[in-house]
C-alpha cells in the first residue's frame, strides 16, 4: 500500500518561501504520479499540482502558477513543492497522494499526516 510522509511546513511571513517534502514508499515511485493538496481551515481539501511519472507538470490551482514548482527526485522516491512568494491565502495544512496519473481522480493507500503552512501578513 502507498504510505506518504510530508514534511517542510512552518510560520513564515508573506513574501517568504518554503519546501515541502513528500517521502513514497510501498510503491515503485517511477511508475505514479504525485498530487499535492491543501486543506485551508473551514475549506475543503484542494489539488494544488501534479507530477506526473515523466515530469510533467498540471496545475490544478491557478493562484500558484508561477509561484509553486513540483519535482520529484525517483532516487530519494521524494516530490518536493517549493513555494516561494508566499501569501497569507496559501495557509493551509498540505497533503501529498500517490496517483496512476494527473488525470486520475483515485488516491492510492491513505492519507498522511499533512504539513502545515502557516502565511502571516
Known amino acids: 500500500e502507498a504510505q506518504v510522509v510530508e514534511s517542510g511546513g512552518g510560520l513564515v511571513q508573506a513574501g517568504a518561501s518554503l519546501r515541502l517534502s513528500c517521502a513514497t514508499s510501498g510503491v515503485t515511485f517511477d511508475d505514479y504520479a504525485i498530487v499535492w493538496f491543501r486543506q485551508a481551515p473551514g475549506k475543503e481539501r484542494e489539488g494544488v499540482v501534479c507530477i506526473s511519472t515523466n515530469g510533467g507538470t498540471t496545475y490544478f490551482e491557478d493562484s500558484v502558477k508561477g509561484r509553486f514548482t513540483i519535482s520529484r527526485d525517483n532516487a530519494e522516491n521524494t516530490v518536493y513543492l517549493q513555494m516561494n512568494s508566499l501569501k497569507p491565502e496559501d495557509t493551509a495544512v498540505y497533503y501529498c497522494?500517490?496517483?496512476?496519473?494527473?488525470?486520475?481522480?483515485?488516491?492510492?493507500?491513505?492519507w498522511g499526516q499533512g504539513t502545515q503552512v502557516t502565511v502571516s501578513s
Open positions: 497522494a500517490v496517483r496512476y496519473n494527473c488525470r486520475s481522480t483515485i488516491i492510492l493507500g491513505s
